[in-house]
């Protein structure tokens, strides 16, 4: 789908559709009561109705005379005005394309950036719009028939209306901007969507390969052998019980000065997890190829970096194994030794995810990190806790946390602190290896983490588990069925606060 921008009068526009933002009980704007007039009443009648009311989610679809320029008209209620801000607009944007996939349309008009939002400029309602718009049409459509397919038809070009001519420029380079990152958070659903008998380490180290080509970055795949000879105990043993060869994914994106240390994301990357011999149920277990987002994302992150030309170094580390039950699986009760000599008693074969961040993030020191971000699809307790609406975090360095629950806020992807007390790390210790890596149910995603922070020592370090976001059942405003990609906008959100920091 093409996006531009245009300035332009709504009413003025040729387009299959035109879609208006409405505020909650707000019909009095110039822009309403034009349309309403125009259309003798129709809002008016809608309203009386009760049929519309601009409630956030409402829509309302009306068809003007064939003399207006648009065919269609969609109105779309953004909710209260005072509670509008860039997420609303986002979602806005989402839901409404989200309606209009399979319609069939050649152009549709969007003047949702003409609403105002406080303390945001032209540039960042057009981004969020773009972003939400971008995001919504997102299908994974690559198993799919040609019958299936013609379901799922977009709209051939978005248009985004400003005001004056000379808003123009800043609204093009606005959607570049999202279009690039949409372009990155695609990327990551698809690695997530991507069926586990395609999926494999070697297979998701070639997407990096191919994503480091596409945004002229430098990837390295570590393969078994070398991982063997340098001790990368914990991963190994996660990965024995599969045939497919594990390996370590290094990406890097030196956009900054050569002497400037880099900033180290690493991400979880098992492409498929069956839980090992601590097998999981049968149910959902369909949905155990999404336990690669958090490496998804990091891949999906540099490749923005890339894109959007940020001025910050930037390693990605991705340790890829995938986890399952044969005759030279691990077992519950073996003992592994990780790469920082580290002894880990393996009690719960599917608490796989913490073992090979562990090796990563031991790995990763050694490009002597300013900080270390790591993302997974750690914890059911996540789940449990947050549902859907949240990600956790969890770190040594609370500058360094708040700062990422600042990101979260400013691009929709929110996250949740919980304590990491040191009284959690007494559930991780082995009384035959230096940790296990359980500490049984209670405050699982707290011990999970309390596991990791030994690895992690010496660095500021931040863990997000998202295990509750990277996966949705149903489709929410600018997220399909499956992969969300979530991950990707936040980091960046982080990233472009570090490169180009607010005064």
Not at 179 to 187: G, N, P, Q, W, Y
Not at 263 to 285: H, N, Q, R, T
Request: aromatic share 4%; glycine share 10%.
């Amino acid at each position: 789908m093409e996006l531009k921008a245009r300035a332009k009068d709504p009413f003025k526009v040729k387009a299959s559709c035109l879609i208006l933002g409405a505020w909650e009980k707000g019909f009095s704007t110039p822009l309403l009561s034009r349309l309403d007039q125009t259309m003798q009443g129709a809002i008016r009648r809608a309203v009386r109705s009760g049929e519309f009311s601009g409630k956030k989610g409402e829509m309302l679809i009306l068809h003007p005379s064939p003399e207006f320029p648009a065919q269609k008209i969609l109105l779309v209620g953004v909710g209260p005005r005072n509670q509008f801000d860039l997420e609303q607009l986002r979602q806005a944007a989402g839901r409404a394309l989200g309606a209009l996939v399979g319609q069939h349309l050649s152009q549709v008009v969007c003047a949702l950036p003409l609403l105002a939002i406080p303390q945001a400029g032209l540039a960042e309602r057009i981004q969020a719009t773009a972003e939400g718009s971008l995001l919504a049409t997102y299908r994974f459509t690559r198993y799919q028939s040609r019958k299936t397919l013609q379901e799922t038809l977009l709209p051939k070009g978005l248009t985004l209306l400003v005001e004056r001519p000379k808003d123009l420029e800043q609204a093009d380079q606005a959607i570049s901007t999202a279009t690039r990152i949409c372009r990155a958070v695609s990327l990551a659903r698809d690695l997530v969507n991507e069926p586990g008998n395609v999926k494999s380490p070697e297979w998701l180290a070639d997407q990096a390969r191919a994503a480091a080509a596409e945004g002229e970055f430098n990837c390295t795949v570590i393969d078994r052998q070398a991982l063997v000879r340098d001790g990368f105990g914990a991963l190994l043993g996660v990965a024995q019980g599969s045939e497919r060869e594990p390996c370590l994914i290094l990406l890097e994106h030196l956009g900054g000065p050569a002497d400037a240390a880099p900033v180290a994301l690493v991400g979880k990357g098992v492409v498929f997890d069956a839980g090992g011999i601590s097998l999981k149920p049968a149910e959902k277990m369909d949905e155990m190829k999404m336990d690669m987002a958090g490496g998804a994302a990091v891949i999906g992150t540099l490749l923005a970096a890339a894109l959007l030309k940020l001025p910050i170094n930037l390693v990605g580390v991705i340790p890829a194994v995938e986890n399952l039950p044969s005759g030279s699986a691990i077992r519950p009760g073996d003992i592994l030794t990780s790469l920082s000599g580290k002894t880990i008693e393996v009690l719960n074969t599917d608490a796989e995810g913490r073992l090979i961040l562990a090796d990563a993030l031991t790995y990763v020191k050694r490009f002597a990190p300013s900080l270390v971000i790591d993302l997974a699809t750690l914890t059911l307790a996540c789940v449990i806790a947050r549902c859907k609406h949240a990600s956790a975090v969890l770190g040594n360095d609370q500058s360094l946390v708040r700062q990422l629950i600042k990101a979260g806020e400013s691009c929709g992807e929110r996250l949740w602190q919980l304590p990491l007390w040191d009284e959690y790390d007494q559930q991780v210790k082995s009384e035959v290896a230096d940790l296990k890596n359980t500490g049984g149910r209670p405050a699982g995603t707290i011990t999970a983490a309390a596991f990791l922070k030994p690895f992690a020592e010496g660095t500021r370090w931040a863990h997000i588990d998202i295990a509750g976001t990277a996966w949705r059942d149903k489709p929410a405003p600018y997220a399909t069925k499956g992969g969300t990609g979530v991950g990707v906008r936040l980091l960046l959100a982080y990233l472009q606060s570090l490169s180009c920091p607010r005064s």
